[in-house]
T-cell receptor, first 112, second 114 residues
Framework: GQQVMQIPQYQHVQEGEDFTTYCNSSTTLSNIQWYKQRPGGHPVFLIQLVKSGEVKKQKRLTFQFGEAKKNSSLHITATQTTDVGTYFCAGPRYSSASKIIFGSGTRLSIRP | DAMVIQNPRYQVTQFGKPVTLSCSQTLNHNVMYWYQQKSSQAPKLLFHYYDKDFNNEADTPDNFQSRRPNTSFCFLDIRSPGLGDAAMYLC?????????????FGPGTRLLVL
């Protein structure tokens, strides 16, 4: 079945260091979304990418959609303690475009 | 502010005792979803409503039921909770169905089964 995997599973960085999470889908995606879930919180939508090779930036966050539309990445420059949380990518279900499938998530923790 | 509200935030129930979780939304969205999320895992879709149309996931246990009496409210009923049903239950909404629609999540209800 369709799988959306993220690596790494966990990342522990020193505050100020950069962070990258990679999202890989077993199927081509028409679009990809990214969500952030703070510890004890709920997923919050960050961004959506639609075009092949698309790059979008939100302040220190850079999102990229692969040329083949099967992978994506999120890069955070100079992490801050407010960046702590789990980052999920999500794409449309292959079997039903009305639903999304979440990636396995990358948990980011930061040493002050 | 328009939002998704879940009650209660924490629910403790006994093994086998029915429990109902509620979700309401002021976004006037057509689609409401229920997800189950266990520790360190991604949210897992249980079912969703598109207006009044109910869509169940193939691997959702029969123990889980849902009701959507109107646009604003949706309920998750767990008929006979087992220890394995302890989890965070997230309600989400989207304006329309489709993988391009942003989903708005409520704060979740954490269920503990004793």
């Amino acid at each position: 079945g369709q799988q959306v995997m993220q690596i790494p599973q966990y990342q522990h960085v020193q505050e100020g260091e950069d962070f990258t999470t990679y999202c890989n889908s077993s199927t081509t995606l028409s679009n990809i979304q990214w969500y952030k879930q703070r510890p004890g919180g709920h997923p919050v939508f960050l961004i959506q990418l639609v075009k092949s090779g698309e790059v979008k930036k939100q302040k220190r966050l850079t999102f990229q959609f692969g040329e083949a539309k099967k992978n994506s990445s999120l890069h955070i420059t100079a992490t801050q303690t407010t960046d702590v949380g789990t980052y999920f990518c999500a794409g449309p279900r292959y079997s039903s475009a009305s639903k999304i499938i979440f990636g396995s998530g990358t948990r980011l923790s930061i040493r002050p | 502010d328009a939002m998704v509200i879940q009650n209660p935030r924490y629910q403790v129930t006994q093994f086998g005792k029915p429990v109902t979780l509620s979700c309401s939304q002021t976004l006037n969205h057509n689609v409401m979803y229920w997800y189950q999320q266990k520790s360190s895992q991604a949210p897992k879709l249980l079912f969703h409503y598109y207006d009044k149309d109910f869509n169940n996931e193939a691997d959702t246990p029969d123990n889980f039921q849902s009701r959507r009496p109107n646009t604003s409210f949706c309920f998750l009923d767990i008929r006979s909770p087992g220890l394995g049903d302890a989890a965070m239950y997230l309600c989400a909404t989207s304006r329309d169905p489709g993988g391009r629609e942003t989903q708005y999540f409520g704060p979740g209800t954490r269920l503990l089964v004793l």
